[in-house]
T-cell receptor
Framework: GAVVSQHPSWVICKSGTSVKIECRSL??????MFWYRQFPKQSLMLMAT?????????EQGVEKDKFLINHASLTLSTLTVTSAHPEDSSFYIC??????????????FGPGTRLTVT | AQSVTQPDIHITVSEGASLELRCNYS??????LFWYVQSPGQGLQLLLK??????LVQGIKGFEAEFKRSQSSFNLRKPSVHWSDAAEYFC?????????????FGTGTLLAVQP
């Protein structure tokens, strides 16, 4: 149980274009989803927290207009990197958290999406 | 401020040897602690967690961790390492911030296993 998927697993896009990454909780309702960014050989950096039906909460230093997050349903959150540039190339990981019991304190991670901007 | 420290950036052990990965946290309240493992190009897999109760927790793949409040530590151990254990290991603490909880991660320890 508690499986989270991400799509696509990797994507290459040209500079100036936008790319959307999907995060889905497959077997539980995720009231909260998290988006992380991971640079090579580094730890995960929390970008934003999204709650279903409300605006995402961004961490300090993360550009809201560049990284658009939508959490339209209890099983789907999307991250759109707008006007991507090479410095946005990274590994993006989402996680989901349930709304009761043990699910409230644990985060279940997706497999990640490798974004390369050329 | 809340933080997690993993002092060892890189560790190499021989297959069959024992392993201990260190983790220290800074958090004012009762911590919820986690260990995750990440293989190259993959997401994170939960190895084990501590919420309360017995301070020695058992996880998957033969891993265990011990919570020591007096030392603010949550070290990960395995008595006999297998080559497939080579990966990056992250310690994390759950932080309560208003209506939601966040995970604060350590910088990770890269484990190499030599034959």
């Amino acid at each position: 149980g508690a499986v989270v998927s991400q799509h696509p697993s990797w994507v290459i896009c040209k500079s100036g274009t936008s790319v959307k990454i999907e995060c889905r909780s497959l077997d539980f309702q995720a009231t909260t989803m998290f988006w992380y960014r991971q640079f090579p050989k580094q730890s995960l950096m929390l970008m934003a927290t999204s709650n279903e039906g409300s605006k995402a909460t961004y961490e300090q230093g993360v550009e809201k207009d560049k990284f658009l997050i939508n959490h339209a349903s209890l099983t789907l959150s999307t991250l759109t990197v707008t006007s991507a540039h090479p410095e946005d190339s990274s590994f993006y990981i989402c996680s989901a958290r349930g709304d009761s019991g043990a699910l409230l304190y644990e985060q279940y991670f997706g497999p990640g999406t490798r974004l390369t901007v050329t | 401020a809340q933080s997690v420290t993993q002092p060892d950036i890189h560790i190499t052990v021989s297959e069959g040897a024992s392993l201990e990965l260190r983790c220290n946290y800074s958090y004012g309240a009762t911590p919820y602690l986690f260990w995750y493992v990440q293989s190259p190009g993959q997401g994170l897999q939960l190895l084990l967690k501590y919420f309360s109760g017995d301070t020695l927790v058992q996880g998957i793949k033969g891993f265990e961790a011990e919570f020591k409040r007096s030392q603010s530590s949550f070290n990960l151990r395995k008595p006999s390492v297998h080559w497939s254990d080579a990966a990056e290991y992250f310690c994390a603490v759950a932080v309560y911030g208003g209506a939601t909880n966040k995970l604060i991660f350590g910088t990770g320890t890269l484990l190499a296993v030599q034959p």
